[in-house]
């Protein structure tokens, strides 16, 4: 069998597209102007931020005053949460999700250090929050529900619609991170009950180093840190314009794609779970329907992750065992301990994320290369039965 090279770790991070990267070309060149500055260069700069700010608003279906540019979806939920905690006067009480990034997590845990009062609501075995649970969690002071719109390691799909709903009945501020759900699932901030989201582009195919927090007209945020008041104040620092422009093209164009690439992701997972489940004793993880179209996590017992992942990569695939952002760390993903996974089966997962470069091809090479994969390992294992 030849070897190929596939990428399969798109949840991670996704290639510049590239119209996107043709977009962004004037501005790392010719179009160099600081969007703050008056003279001519500036305000052309500027204009084309603008642009690029009613160009967001649209593909959302938020008003572009609702729209503010960050470095990515790491300081928009910084600035969603912290800056609503700053906002109110005195202590308060939030609620998360025990399966949230650590983005978010980490954000919680430093509110609750400086006085405030969290509350981790629980999931269930397939890492859903159940709408009921967060309704117990509200007391008279509750601020703010953090719950994310899908998990970014097993593609779970949460309720939003219904969480949002009820926050805004009692008056609760609302906020979800869409990181891995915008570009992979319909978004209309129109018909949605959220207060404050936060996206990062080089999820849909944007660049790396720019993300994006939408702030319902009215919600009250205070500004983490002081400067020359860019961006209405909320984030200041000169604006990363090329960034900037190339998160509009690639999410202008993800939303138009979304129904054709949804259904092709969603036929290339299932196929791809269906293969991994019959080499055996293998677990899906997430929400057998409810999840995202390009996620498949699975766990193998008797196997160690982190060996799996580097035997596919001697044979050209690149996949993960969850985060990125926690790759370095040898302790069982929180997200599977938290859905009850003994710690086995956490160790031995296996993240693959589907987009838009990837085709039957790709499914067919993984499967042919991880079943005799496995099968070695697992003889390799102490742990497999029959060994001794």
């Known amino acids: 069998m030849q070897k190929q090279q596939v990428y399969l770790d798109h949840g991670a991070t996704s290639p510049l597209r590239k119209e996107a990267l043709e977009a962004m070309l004037p501005f790392l060149q010719d179009k160099y102007g600081n969007p703050s500055s008056l003279h001519s260069p500036g305000r052309e700069v500027r204009k084309a931020v603008e642009r690029a700010r009613e160009e967001t608003a649209l593909a959302l279906g938020a008003a572009p005053e609702e729209i503010f540019f960050t470095s990515g979806g790491t300081e928009a939920n910084n600035i969603a949460i912290k800056g609503a905690a700053r906002a109110r006067r005195g202590k308060g009480h939030l609620i998360t999700s025990s399966i949230e990034h650590h983005a978010v997590l980490d954000v919680c845990r430093e ?130 314009v090329p960034g900037i422009i190339g998160l509009t093209r690639a999410l202008t164009l993800a939303v138009a794609e979304l129904p054709e690439k949804s259904e092709r992701l969603k036929k290339l997972r299932d196929r791809l779970i269906k293969g991994l489940l019959e080499l055996g004793d293998a677990v899906l993880n997430g929400h057998p329907s409810a999840r995202l179209p390009g996620n498949v996590n699975v766990s193998f017992n008797y196997i160690e992750g982190e060996a799996l992942l580097l035997g596919l990569d001697l044979e050209g695939i690149a996949a993960s065992s969850g985060s990125a952002c926690t790759s370095g760390s040898l302790e069982p993903s ?55």
């Open 111 to 240: 509110l609750a250090g400086e006085g405030h009062e969290v509350t981790v609501v629980p999931v269930d075995r397939h890492g859903l929050v159940a709408l009921e649970t967060v309704a117990q969690a509200i007391r008279p002071e509750t601020f703010l529900i953090t719950i994310m719109m899908a998990n970014n390691e097993v593609g779970t799909v949460e309720p939003v619609a219904e969480i949002g709903a009820l926050a805004r009945e009692r008056g609760i501020l609302f906020h979800t991170d869409a990181v891995q759900a915008v570009g992979q699932l319909p978004v209309d901030l129109r018909k949605m009950k959220v207060d404050l989201l936060s996206l990062s582009a080089h999820k849909f195919n944007g660049p790396k180093g720019v993300g994006a927090l939408y702030r319902r007209r009215g919600t009250p945020v205070a500004p983490l840190y002081g400067g020359g008041g860019q961006e209405r104040q909320l984030r200041p620092g000169t604006e990363n």
């Open 334 to 388: 929180h997200v599977l301990t938290a859905m009850g996974l003994d710690l086995q089966l956490a160790r031995g997962s296996l993240r693959l994320t589907l987009g838009r470069g990837n085709s039957d091809s790709c499914v067919d090479y993984l499967l042919a290369v991880l079943a005799p994969l496995v099968d070695r390992l697992r003889k390799m294992s102490a742990l497999y039965p029959g060994q001794y």
